[in-house]
């Protein structure tokens, strides 16, 4: 069996952001405050500025990604896992990421912080977004014989 791809741009940003997602959400993040001389304002105020970045490039994914489904179907017809991608990002980019934002601002500026599920809340929609991602650039692939 042969497999085709019709979007290999689609395919190119997928992968790439699921790369994304294993570098920074799941190894940065936390690796960070083991580094020598990283205080947790240090370590913060590092984090606010690679979320950030993150997830603007998230956003350029998801546009090339819904633009080379357009070009390619000359419709949108949507992956629903890329539907769930989508919403994890506008939940994070307008609710999550503003939240913990101004927490770490708080930490830094030696305030006390009340507890939160805030990052966990993250780590959830960031290991869904994994998942989602990975089946649905695996469903960019087609089978076919021969």
């Known amino acids: 069996m042969k497999s085709k791809v019709e979007q290999p741009i689609a395919v190119i940003c997928t992968f790439t ?17 083991r580094a020598p001389g990283v205080t947790l304002p240090i370590g913060l105020g590092i984090g606010r ?6 997830n603007k490039v998230e956003w ?11 070009r390619i179907a000359k419709k949108i017809s949507i992956n629903p896992f890329y539907i769930i991608v989508v919403l994890i990002l506008i939940v994070q980019t307008v609710w999550l990421l503003p939240a913990l934002d101004a927490r770490a601002e708080l930490y830094i500026e030696g ?7 805030l990052h966990l809340y993250y780590a959830i929609a ?12 695996t469903k960019l692939f087609k089978l076919k014989n021969g």
Do not use: Q, R
């Open 60 to 70: 350029v994914f998801a546009v090339a990604i819904l633009i080379s489904n357009i």
């Open 111 to 117: 305030k006390t912080v009340p507890p939160s599920n």
């Open 17 to 33: 952001w699921v790369g994304f997602i294993c570098a920074i959400s799941f190894m940065e993040a936390w690796l960070k405050f």
């Open 126 to 137: 960031e290991g869904i977004k994994f998942i989602s991602l990975s089946v649905f650039g």
């Open 49 to 54: 500025l690679v979320f950030a970045a993150l």
